[in-house]
Structures are given as C-alpha cells and as structure tokens.
C-alpha cells in the first residue's frame, strides 16, 4: 500500500485566515483527531506547531476536534470510544488554557452524526469525561441520503419534523446548562442530492431548519458547505449564488435571534404544508424599529393559502419579501435561480449585491402566500413587548 501525506502550509493557513476574516467569519479549525499514541490517545504533537504559528500571527479562531468520531472505525479503521474522546478534549483544553491567545477561545465538539444507535453512547460517553472541556456540543443532520432520494422528500412534513431529535435532552442531562450546535448540516449526505441540493426546492429544508433548530434552542447553525464539494453547495463554481445562498442573505438581514411563538390555524384544508416562526427582527437592520417582528412561512402544497393574522398584529404595515422558484411548469422547483416578489435575483456585478427589496403590503390586508413559495414577512409596528440585547 502507498502512503499519502498531506501538509498543510504556514502560507495555507494565512490564505485561510485572511479569507475567513476578509469575509467578516469566524473562523473553527478542526484538528485531526486521528494522530494517536500507541496508547491510543490523541497525539497532540502536531497540534500544537499549529496552534504555536496561529499564536505568533495572533489569529482571532476556536477550534475542533475531530470529524464524525462515529466513522473512525469504518473509515480509518481506529476505534475510538467517547470516554478517550473526552479524555482528548480535555487535553487539548488544557494546551489552550496555557496560550496566551487562546486561554479563553472557543472549543466545539465531538461533531458526532445524529445521535442514535451506538451514536448515542459515544455522544454519552463523550460527555460524561469531555463535556467540560467544551463550550459548545456539535452534531450532524442531514435529512436524507443524497443518492436515494426524491423531490417529494424535500416537500414532505415529516421528513422536515425528523430534525427534532433528543439531542438537547441527552445533553441537558450530561451537562445541564451546556449549548447546542448543529456543527455541519445540509439537505442530503453522501454530498448532497444532484438536481434537488442546489434548486429552489432545498429551501424548504434549509428554511424550515433554521427555524426548527432556533425553536428547539439551537443558537448556531453551520451550513455544508459555502462552495465546491457536492451539489448542497451555497454558490456555483463561477461564483453565483444558488437559491440558498439568497434565502441565507435574506434570513441574515431580516430575522433576530429572538424566537416567538407562533401556529397555524387552517380554517379549511390540511395543516401539514404551511409551517410558520416568528422571531424579533433583526435589531442590526437599522431598516426597522425595535418591536419589528419577523414571521416566515413555508407553503408546501401547490395551492396559494391566505394567511390571515392575529388582530393585534393584523394593522401593522407589512413588508413581504416573497421567494419563488424563477421557473414555471414542471421543472420549477428544479430551478437554480429564484425571484423575490417577482423580480430574478442576480448579482449587479462580481462584487455587488442587488438590492433586496420588500414589497410593503397596506395594513390591514391579508397576506398571500403562493404554492410552493417560502417568504419573510416584516410586520414593522408589531410593538412586540420583548426586545433582548444581543450579547
Ligand atoms: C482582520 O481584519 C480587520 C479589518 O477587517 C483587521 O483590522 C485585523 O487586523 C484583521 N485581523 C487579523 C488577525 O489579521
Ligand atoms: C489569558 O492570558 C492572558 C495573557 O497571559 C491573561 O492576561 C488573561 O488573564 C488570561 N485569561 C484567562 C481566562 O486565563
Ligand atoms: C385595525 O383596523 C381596523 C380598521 O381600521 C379597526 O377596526 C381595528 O379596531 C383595528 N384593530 C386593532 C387591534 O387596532
């Protein structure tokens, strides 16, 4: 058998660094968990040239590590069971601790996959050495597999329901208090869905996740994957942006942490397709008034529905931002572009976003929301009496 070895530069590293902090990110490195002692522990020896090189750079980043310890058996034929893992991470907690730089930086993990099955024990046992040493519990979800799957998948209700798994239960009882991320996540695994990872259609997953997740308490949500690799990519390879990526823009801008309650009363027809979140607007949209709310909405049947709000709310002003596949007929949901309230969404230039404007809707008149559409609704006087500082 033939070795490969793959080194990662000092020239990478800054390449990395200087396009995470150009683009205003943050920046979590994942380090390899699988260099072990012949004890079976992590090998932290590399590790630390890293860490030593990022300090005298003095680069503002946190840190993981490892991938999916529930395949390192399967994929690298290393068996590695939750407790050591903790018992790694407290290590490399410890070698943070002695930085200067990185004394109090971020340390996320174990970035297992949906905890079920023998999952579930890593994760447990994982936490029960290791939960200390993290700021952070990271997991994985991906609704379907890539390679058998189907649009209607991708419109199903209860397909969109199997996100609200018993993570935060398990955590909570290792380590009460302790945060919960979704530390990589997309539509499909296996690299993506082809046809379906990259069109109009996985808006409604990624919509509905990031609604579902801030609903069940999940404060970060991070996306597989910004570009190349797989087809659940947020912009193509000329640098265009796909449907998510302007869904994401639009969810940035209009939509705060804070989360409301909110449900869907049909009148006629079945529930299922319409599934609604409410949260403050965003306060760093200057656009707005504190108490703006921001309700986003999902119609996954064919058919428009007329979405008729709560009286307190209904005299507000409204502005619509509505988003629509930019195809009609058959192949819409298939599309790679999309139209907000009518209008296609294009990049002005290289560099230039286009205005992403909303349609303001009288006080007083209902909103309709078109089949298969997702939209964002700023409801500008709503008056919401909660209104958090960021923190
Ligand atoms: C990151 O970018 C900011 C400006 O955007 C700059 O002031 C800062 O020095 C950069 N940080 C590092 C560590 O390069
Ligand atoms: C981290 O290190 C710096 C520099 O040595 C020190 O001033 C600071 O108090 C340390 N912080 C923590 C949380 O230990
Ligand atoms: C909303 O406006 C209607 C018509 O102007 C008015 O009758 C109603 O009282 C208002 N509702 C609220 C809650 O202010």
Not at 165 to 175: L, Q, R
Not at 375 to 383: G, H, P, S, T
Request: aromatic share 10%.
């Amino acid at each position: 058998a033939s070795q490969v070895s793959v080194f990662l530069t000092e020239y990478a590293v800054d390449l990395l660094y200087a396009f995470a902090n150009c683009s205003g990110l943050d920046l979590i490195f994942g380090l390899n968990a699988l260099l072990r002692t012949s004890e079976n522990t992590w090998d932290s020896t590399n590790a630390e040239l890293l860490l030593k090189y990022c300090e005298s750079r003095e680069y503002v980043m946190s840190w993981e590590l490892g991938n999916e310890p529930n395949s390192y058996e399967k994929k690298a034929g290393i068996r590695v069971d939750g407790y050591q893992l903790g018992q790694d991470f407290v290590h490399l907690h410890q070698i943070l601790q002695q930085s200067a730089v990185y004394n109090s930086t971020g340390l996320y993990g174990p970035d297992v996959s949906q905890p079920r099955d023998h999952r579930r024990d890593l994760l447990t046992g994982f936490l029960e050495t290791g939960a200390k040493a993290i700021t952070a519990c990271t997991w994985h979800h991906y609704y379907v597999n890539g390679r058998d799957t189907s649009l209607e998948d991708f419109l199903d209700p209860e397909v969109l329901d199997t996100l609200a798994t018993k993570i935060n239960e398990i955590v909570e009882s290792a380590s009460p208090g302790k945060k919960v991320w979704l530390g990589e996540t997309s539509s499909a695994y296996g690299g993506g869905a082809v046809g379906l990872s990259d069109t109009f259609v996985a808006g409604f997953m990624w919509l509905d996740k990031l609604g579902l997740t801030a609903k069940l308490g999940l404060d970060v949500v991070i996306r597989q994957v910004l570009i190349g690799s797989g087809t659940y990519h947020l912009v193509d390879d000329n640098l265009d942006p796909l449907p998510d990526y302007w869904l994401s823009l639009l969810y940035k801008r209009l939509v705060g942490p804070e989360v409301l309650k909110a449900e869907v009363n049909m009148n006629s027809g079945p529930k299922k397709p319409i599934r609604v979140y409410l949260h403050c607007t965003n306060r760093k949209s200057t656009h707005y008034r504190p108490g703006a709310v921001t309700l986003f909405a999902l119609n996954l049947n064919k058919n428009e529905v007329t979405v008729i709000l709560p009286d307190h709310m209904a005299n507000s002003t409204t502005e619509a931002f509505v988003l629509q596949s930019a195809e009609a007929g058959e192949q819409s949901l298939y599309s790679r572009s999309v139209k907000l309230n009518g209008q296609v969404l294009r990049m002005v230039d290289d560099r230039t976003l286009p205005l992403l404007k909303g349609r303001e809707l009288p006080p007083g008149e209902h909103i309709k929301l078109p089949g298969f559409s997702f939209a964002f609704y700023v409801l500008i006087e709503a008056q919401a009496a909660v209104w958090y500082e960021y923190r």
